[in-house]
């Protein structure tokens, strides 16, 4: 009976706080971008504004729920979950403390980005159902820009991939018991770090919805619980992104005196954050200029990081 | 002025007894002519003279039908007017061509000057006047269905004036019916070579357009194949209205023509009134009223600023800009009690003295902005992503420029050091040190580069005001200036009735013309008036700088994509209340 209650206790306290925690992070991002825009932010409702969160959760949830007519509608409820489903699975693989995570792949980091790619259709997907064409360019940009992130986010992985000798997550941040990789691995860092922006389509990677061009891209036509859970959406894949930056580049649970969980949740909001400030600092980029960075200079980078890892790792040993 | 006042002469010699000259209070040269000569002596004034007039400045018309006072050559039931600009010879150039009311119909100069055509169709929606071979001859500022043409002085001014307004099914039908969009209408096609377009109907409510503005899209994928605009959204009739309103209660409507210029709009409003009345402005008069259009002036460009970056993605400046536009409209507060329309021009001067502790405002003003604005340059202006997606984007070239009437900060990005404030020196702005910034390339860049600079300068401007503000009235003694003086109404009977005409009619201007330009925050902003010797203006005409600036965008933007449509509307700084008045 216990072997059954655990993983599912562990399941659902971890799909609780995840949600709860992406919603939180709302909150956090209207104080923080605030904070640095030289205004309040949403300080009203609740102690510093907390409950902020709770009015909007209940105010989204009482909302109509509208499908336009003209929709494509069993896609367009589809999409956003989704894009919420692909964003909590590749959870699973994501090892908080020594003790705690979903499952424990060896596989690991495909398994991330197999299930994390499955984003893009609920992007696609919600662009071509919702049968507008703000929503239609939204998607289509979505596609091609995270089609092409994908590649280098992959390789960019692989020096660390070859430091640890595993796809293990675990093994992975055991590994890094005597030095974080984001030293051996700095340009992995940044290249995962780019191209996880651009997979959570934060500025400035957003194209998929620039609010001045496209209005909301691809989810123009989304309203109440369903925009919602594309919000929700994109903070899991925050969280997500700065979760596996954490557990490959800088340690994971790893760290001295305190807690591995509160090393862990630590680590993991510094990165959030600086996905935050990023968003309060930079301007979007036209949409030709993001494919030749993507790949004119991101991709042939990540392959002369992983030649130049393997060289140096083929010439140590 | 020079050769300015040669033209009438070089005109006579060229077409005799064919043109005939006018003397208007505002000493610029005006000659008439008839409709059939019209287009020759325009070619004339573009092509034919040593220092050309390139620019169709302002085309717009009077109905002549209920005016006492007109010059003698105005003969018809209305008048065309031309007013040409002449950059090299820093003159202007009325041309004016009177028509008989059974036959409202000009030849087309869309042929002369590319800028024509938006200029044709505005005079043909308000005065019904036709332009013979125009290419798109359509309303622009009224709804397609509108019947008749306002600015015609048997058109009602007021809505009780005109009879119940019922808007049954039918009426519902007939404008969702010219509502929809018809490709063809625009010029557009709907497929060509196999490949079939998509239209993006941008606007009138989109975040890029900047108020309320339809941009009509032809695309190949996201490229930008054809583009129109169509504007009028935002059309308040402002010129109709000064004509029901007295000289001086038509001050505050000017202020919310370009809403964002505030004190900038009541300039050329009573400059051209001084003008017509031949009111000397006392120069401590002068120095507030420079010193608040220069603040206006940073406000203007803060907002600008804000939204530009904005428009490229960066959403913190804006919070920035208009944080410090606070700072600033903290002193308009104090000094005029109003924010964005403070209506603080008077007839002759200013509505009252600077209050007590202005200087302290401006002078922690001054002292502050400095460090924000090097910190924009920072962010903003050196920021690699924004040079890449502005730099070489939207080119103008200074023919182009010139051409369709492009002033302002967008003409100084091309290259042209054309600013009124130094070639026409008026309120005093010849006694300030100051610089024109220009730029070459006439690019996104360019413009928003020029404008940056631009901040610094006019903070420059206010400084000096602040350091040499003179003593003496802030309003001229004039008789005619506005409101009249009360000193003396208690003390005997025939004051007080006088006290209280021009109170409630206002003053009466003398009968004449006078058009008075300014450098606003977006180009030169001029105002036309028509006195007919009465207590408000017969015609006033507002040329407002967005107008003809808007008209280049769909030129600009052919062959981009739809970010770069973006922008390059946030690089040329237009308000839509500028645009259709």
Same mark, same amino acid.
């Given at each position: ?173 055991? $590994? ?7 030293? &051996?691995? *700095? @340009?992995?860092? !940044?290249? %995962?770090?780019?191209?996880? /922006? ?48 954490? $557990? ?7 760290? &001295?005196? *305190? @807690?591995?969980? !509160?090393? %862990?949740?630590?680590?993991? /909001? ?48 | ?581």
């Amino acid at each position: 009976m216990t072997g059954v209650m655990v993983p599912l206790v562990t399941m659902i306290a971890i799909l609780v706080s995840l949600t709860t925690m992406s919603a939180a992070l709302i909150w956090m991002e209207r104080r923080l971008l605030a904070l640095w825009q030289d205004r309040y932010g949403p300080n009203r409702v609740g102690p510093f504004g907390l409950l902020q969160v709770v009015a909007d959760m209940l105010k989204i949830f009482a909302k109509e729920d509208w499908v336009p007519p003209f929709s494509d509608k069993a896609v367009f409820v589809l999409a956003p979950a989704v894009v919420m489903t692909a964003a909590l699975l590749a959870f699973a693989v994501v090892p908080f403390t020594p003790g705690v995570s979903i499952a424990d792949l060896d596989i690991g980091i495909l398994f991330f980005l197999a299930v994390s790619s499955l984003n893009i259709y609920g992007i696609v997907l919600a662009g071509w159902s919702s049968n507008s064409k703000y929503s239609l360019l939204g998607g289509v940009r979505g596609a091609a820009q995270m089609l092409s992130y994908e590649v280098f986010m992959g390789l960019s992985l692989m020096g660390v991939v070859m430091l640890a000798g595993s796809f293990n997550l675990r093994d992975i941040v055991e $590994a890094q018991r005597g030095l974080w990789f984001f030293v &051996p691995q *700095l @340009p992995g860092l !940044v290249i %995962f770090f780019i191209a996880g /922006l651009a997979e959570t389509h934060r500025i400035p990677f957003d194209l998929p919805e620039a609010e001045n061009e496209l209005v909301a891209g691809y989810h123009t036509e989304y309203s109440g619980m369903k925009f919602g859970m594309f919000f929700v959406g994109e903070y899991l894949g925050i969280v997500l992104i700065s979760a596996l930056i954490t $557990a490959l580049f800088f340690g994971g649970w790893l760290g &001295p005196f *305190l @807690p591995p969980a !509160v090393w %862990f949740v630590m680590k993991t /909001l510094f990165f959030v954050m600086l996905f935050i400030l990023l968003r309060a600092a930079l301007p979007r980029p036209r949409f030709g200029q993001l494919m030749s960075f993507s790949w004119k200079l991101m991709l042939p980078l990540s392959l002369l990081n992983v030649l130049a890892t393997g060289a140096i790792l083929l010439a140590r040993s | 002025m020079g050769p300015d006042t040669l033209v009438i002469e070089e005109l006579t010699a060229r077409f005799g007894e064919a043109v005939s000259a006018e003397a208007c209070a505002d000493a610029i040269p005006t000659v008439w002519t008839a409709p059939e000569r019209l287009t020759e002596v325009l070619k004339f004034l573009k092509t034919g003279l040593n220092y050309p007039y390139r620019t169709l400045y302002d085309l717009t018309a009077i109905d002549e039908r209920t005016r006492q006072n007109r010059p003698v050559q105005a003969n018809g039931d209305f008048t065309a007017i031309y007013h040409l600009l002449s950059m090299e010879r820093n003159g202007d150039v009325r041309v004016k061509a009177a028509l008989p009311g059974n036959s409202l119909s000009l030849p087309t100069a869309t042929g002369i000057w590319k800028s024509a055509n938006w200029y044709e169709r505005e005079v043909w929606d308000l005065f019904g006047i036709e332009f013979e071979g125009h290419p798109d001859p359509r309303r622009i500022l009224l709804p397609h269905t509108w019947k008749g043409h306002p600015l015609r002085k048997d058109h009602p001014a007021r809505r009780t004036e005109m009879g119940r307004f019922v808007f049954d099914e039918e009426k519902q039908a007939e404008e969702e019916l010219s509502l929809k969009f018809r490709p063809e209408d625009w010029g557009m096609k709907a497929n060509s070579d196999g490949t079939e377009f998509m239209f993006l109907n941008m606007g009138p409510h989109h975040t890029g357009t900047h108020g309320i503005m339809r941009v009509l899209l032809e695309l190949d994928g996201e490229e930008i194949r054809d583009a129109a605009l169509d504007i009028g959204y935002h059309h308040r009739g402002a010129e109709k209205m000064g004509e029901r309103q007295s000289w001086h209660t038509y001050i505050p409507y000017t202020d919310r023509v370009d809403y964002l210029g505030g004190v900038l709009n009541n300039f050329p409003y009573v400059l051209a009134v001084e003008t017509l009345a031949g009111i000397d402005v006392p120069d401590r008069a002068k120095v507030i009223r420079v010193m608040l259009a220069e603040l206006f002036r940073i406000m203007s460009h803060l907002v600008w600023f804000g939204t530009f970056a904005q428009d490229l993605g960066q959403v913190s400046p804006v919070f920035f800009t208009f944080n410090d536009r606070e700072r600033a409209f903290g002193i308009i507060e104090a000094i005029c009690g109003f924010r964005m329309h403070p209506a603080w021009f008077r007839i002759g001067g200013v509505a009252a003295d600077l209050p007590k502790g202005w200087d302290t405002l401006v002078r922690s003003f001054t002292k502050y902005m400095p460090s924000r604005l090097r910190e924009y340059e920072k962010v903003v202006l050196r920021n690699s992503i924004i040079k890449g997606r502005t730099k070489g984007l939207g080119v103008l070239s200074l023919d182009d420029a010139i051409e369709w009437g492009v002033t302002g900060p967008n003409l100084r990005a091309c290259g042209m050091a054309w600013d009124l404030r130094k070639k026409r020196p008026y309120s005093g702005y010849d006694q300030f040190e100051f610089e024109v910034p220009t730029a070459e390339g006439g690019d996104s860049y360019d413009r928003v580069w020029v404008r940056f600079q631009e901040m610094w300068q006019s903070l420059k401007i206010v400084e000096q005001c602040l350091n040499n503000m003179p003593q003496g009235a802030y309003k001229s003694d004039h008789v005619l200036a506005t409101p009249p003086r009360k000193e003396k109404t208690m003390k005997d009977i025939e004051t007080l009735i006088d006290h209280f005409l021009d109170v409630s009619w206002g003053p009466v201007i003398p009968a004449g013309e006078a058009a008075f330009g300014v450098e606003a925050s977006k180009g030169n902003n001029t105002y036309y008036l028509v006195s007919d010797g009465g207590t408000g203006p017969y015609r006033a005409r507002i040329r407002t700088p967005s107008f003809p600036h808007l008209q280049t965008v769909p030129g600009l933007c052919r062959g981009l994509e739809v970010a770069d449509l973006v922008a390059i509307l946030g690089s040329i700084d237009f308000v839509m209340g500028d645009v259709d008045r």
